[in-house]
């Protein structure tokens, strides 16, 4: 059990038996007056975040969040299945709690699944990872007119800018972080 | 070359911090006022609903010198003012440590009003005195720190800035929030502000005003947005102080902290206190004013993490 006075930038705590974060903290205890909390809160789930400011005595339960080791096995409509690596316990995930991590889902990647309770709420995949280009426009040599990017799509349906030289076919390393091109991989 | 670079970085503004130290000192003995010193370790704070003493042994830390220095002006010392460590606990963030400094003055005679303009005084004298002229800049406000200075009722401060009235947050229970969310960031953002008339409840030291017992003659500067000073007319009815410190600690059970036994010796002395005026100025935020400091912790030579 946390108290008020536990509020730091980090602290994961449950309110409205909802996991949140807490992004941003400020003290502050007007003359005479009480000691108020202010923080930023997000949603770990809904990625939403609201204000909220607490009192002395409020309390929070810890939001015990657990990472771990799944195989992204494949996708079927909406869904995306994973598979614990330890008890073979198979989840689901919904394209809309992946967020941006669906972009970068090859199957059998190896990623951290990020639970809350029984709830999966998120995927932790690794900074770069690499995935084929598999439609891009061809490169004109000495073709000056065009800009110094062009867009390509990735297996997983993804699409990105990627410096002219890249051709259909080849591995290029993502950074998930931002999305973007990292660079080529010599194969 | 200095390893601990966070302390090597704050040579500027600590030599600044004695700088203002000095020219406070400076203030108050061409002022004609008795610089003193009080015991930091007292059996017994002043029982305050939201002021938390550290236990020292059976005693404590001071968390002011008031109850001493109330005391010394009970048995004759007209003008004393004091510069100390206090220490309120689970008091920490931008604006607060846990071992903060004070300055404390009290004169007899005169008000709450005549305090307001001694404290600009003090705090022009010690601009002057470090070489800032009548224009600071602090936190994105250009601060105009000649005369006049700002003064609004706490009433008239709820009309100008909120949608609500004072009697109505207090009966909500939300005084303190309106304050902080939106009040405070109003306040000294052109020129320095004195806000006044708290809420009776919220001045246990002070005296109600005669004209409107509904209001304490209590006011807060703000410089900024940022509390800087707490003064009043001092209540000197030590029977109306004790009924009042019961109160305090009343609502101090209510929140679950322990209570504080009565300051025996101060109310036993109390009544011998002539008409006087009190303030307490928080140093290191007047430092952090002058030198346009975000954080408290650009201003002390040490954090409580830094130990």
């Known amino acids: 059990m946390y108290t008020a006075s536990d509020l730091r930038k980090g602290l994961k705590v449950i309110i409205d038996e909802e996991p949140y974060i807490v992004t941003a903290f400020e003290f502050s205890k007007p003359g005479k007056g009480q000691a108020l909390y202010r923080t930023k809160l997000r949603n770990m789930i809904t990625g939403l975040t609201m204000d909220r400011t607490f009192r002395e005595g409020d309390t929070f339960e810890p939001a015990s969040l657990e990472e771990r080791a799944m195989q992204f096995l494949y996708k079927e409509g909406d869904h995306y299945h994973f598979m614990d690596n330890e008890t073979y316990e198979q989840i689901i995930i919904s394209e809309e709690s992946l967020g941006d991590a669906k972009n970068f889902l090859i199957e059998n990647m190896n990623v951290e699944i990020l639970l809350f309770g029984d709830r999966a709420i998120g995927v932790e995949l690794s900074n770069f990872v690499n995935l084929r280009v598999i439609k891009t426009e061809p490169w004109v040599r000495g073709d000056t007119s065009k800009a110094d990017f062009k867009p390509a799509t990735l297996e997983t349906g993804y699409v990105l800018r990627v410096p002219p030289f890249i051709e259909e076919g080849e591995l290029i390393t993502i950074d998930t972080r931002t999305g973007d091109f990292s660079k080529r991989v010599k194969e | ?307």
Not at chain 2, 115 to 136: D, H, N, P, S, T
Not at chain 2, 160 to 182: A, G, K, P, W
Not at chain 2, 213 to 239: C, K, M, Q, T, W
Request: charged share 25%; hydrophobic share 40%; net charge negative.
């Open chain 2, 1 to 307: 070359m200095a390893t601990n670079w966070p302390l090597a970085r704050r040579k500027r503004a600590l030599q600044q911090r004695a700088r203002i130290l000095q020219g406070i000192r400076q203030f108050f003995i061409e002022t004609g006022y008795l610089e003193v010193e009080t015991p930091h370790r007292i059996p017994t704070p002043a029982p305050e609903s939201h002021i938390d003493a550290i236990p020292f042994d059976t005693w404590f830390l001071h968390t002011s010198p008031e109850l001493c220095m109330k005391r010394m002006m009970a048995a004759g010392y007209e003008k004393i003012f004091q510069i100390c460590r206090c220490w309120r606990d689970k008091e920490r963030g931008n604006l607060h440590l846990p071992e903060f400094t004070l300055l404390e003055w009290y004169r007899s005679g005169g008000d709450y009003q005549s305090l307001m303009e001694e404290c600009e005084e003090v705090i022009r004298y010690v601009a002057m005195a470090i070489g800032l002229g009548q224009r600071i800049f602090f936190r994105g406000h250009e601060i105009d720190l000649s005369e006049p200075w700002e003064r609004i009722s706490v009433r008239e401060a709820f009309h100008c800035y909120t949608q609500t009235s004072v009697t109505e947050t207090m009966e909500e229970n939300l005084f303190d929030e309106m304050m902080v969310h939106q009040i405070e960031p109003k306040l000294g953002v052109r020129r320095p502000t004195f806000i006044y008339d708290y809420p009776a409840k919220r001045g246990a030291l002070a005296r109600l005003k005669e004209q409107d017992p509904s209001v304490a003659e209590r006011f807060e500067l703000y410089i900024g947005g940022l509390e800087l000073a707490n003064g009043f007319s001092e209540l000197v009815d030590s029977e109306e102080q004790r009924r009042r410190f019961h109160i305090e600690n009343e609502n101090r059970q209510s929140f679950g902290k322990p209570i504080y036994s009565m300051p025996a010796k101060f109310l036993a002395e109390l009544d011998h206190m002539p008409p006087s005026t009190g303030i307490a100025l928080g140093v290191d935020r007047l430092v952090m004013v002058f030198l346009n400091a975000e954080t408290i912790d650009e201003v002390v030579a040490f954090t409580p993490e830094e130990l």
